[in-house]
């Protein structure tokens, strides 16, 4: 079975910075395209940061300039790096991988991490 696993939130008081790490296990001779969301008490769940098949990246307008997404040295390992806090950005942080690819064409999947909660005071 492949997981996603995120770690890496806590709290912290506004202006700080946070990383929040994603490691996929699980057939890792594939390679993932991941995506970071987030979901705040009682809204909708929103993208926050994410990576495309040719590797380039696109951020929320809330986020843009504040986060940056990349990734580890560890194939399949995904980071997001926060500064800047602000008390908005208090959400759960999930990891997704909606695209693989395993030495063939890339595959649509639906993978969730079980998230970490950020909290911003």
């Known amino acids: 079975d492949v997981q996603l696993v995120e770690s890496g939130g806590g709290s912290v008081q506004a202006g700080g910075s946070l990383r929040l790490s994603c490691v996929v296990s699980?057939?890792?001779?594939?390679?993932?395209?991941m995506t970071w969301y987030r979901q705040a008490l009682g809204k909708e769940r929103e993208l926050v940061a994410a990576?495309?098949?040719?590797?380039?990246?696109r951020y929320a307008d809330s986020v843009q300039g504040r986060f940056t997404i990349s990734q580890g040295n560890a194939k399949n390992t995904v980071f997001l790096q926060m500064n800047s806090l602000k008390p908005e950005d208090t959400a759960m942080y999930y990891c997704?991988?909606?695209?693989?690819?395993?030495?063939?064409?890339?595959?649509?999947?639906?993978?969730w991490g079980q998230g970490t909660q950020v909290t911003v005071s």
């Open positions: 990576f495309a098949v040719d590797g380039s990246t």
């Open positions: 997704n991988s909606e695209r693989r690819r395993c030495g063939g064409p890339w595959q649509t999947i639906n993978y």
């Open positions: 699980g057939y890792t001779i594939c390679t993932y395209i």
